[in-house]
């Protein structure tokens, strides 16, 4: 079973940005895709973001198109998710887990539980 741990969210001014990582565990990066997810309140956790490790397919949604980048950190099982010029609309609870990546978005394996998550608040 995965595990997840996000971190490096916060508070941060519209415009500004924020580099989010995802410790992962209990499985082997390279034969699977992580992504990223969102969720503000009363609404359900929108895909945002994977990367397959296994097929190199990489999806960004349209409301973050140009301004996030998925990347893993060299030598180790992080994942980070780069967030450049933030809106308020970016505020949110971020999440990464073990997914299929598509071309059309990240499909949840749920296979292994959600993380604890990581808080993003853009002030305009």
């Known amino acids: 079973q995965g595990h997840f741990v996000e971190s490096g969210g916060g508070l941060v001014k519209s415009g500004g940005s924020l580099k989010l990582s995802c410790a992962t565990s209990g499985f082997t990066l390279d034969r699977y895709a992580i992504g990223w997810f969102r969720r503000t309140p009363g609404k359900q956790r929108e895909g945002i973001s994977c990367i397959s490790f296994a097929d190199g397919t990489v999806y960004y949604s349209d409301s973050v198109k140009g301004r996030f980048t998925n990347g893993r950190d060299h030598g180790n099982d992080t994942v980070y998710l780069q967030m450049n010029d933030l809106t308020f609309e970016d505020t949110a609870e971020y999440y990464c887990?073990?997914?299929?990546?598509?071309?059309?978005?990240?499909?949840?394996?749920?296979?292994?539980?959600w993380g604890q998550g990581t808080a993003v608040f853009v002030s305009s």
């Open positions: 887990a073990r997914v299929a990546c598509f071309m059309t978005g990240p499909v949840h394996l749920n296979v292994d539980p």
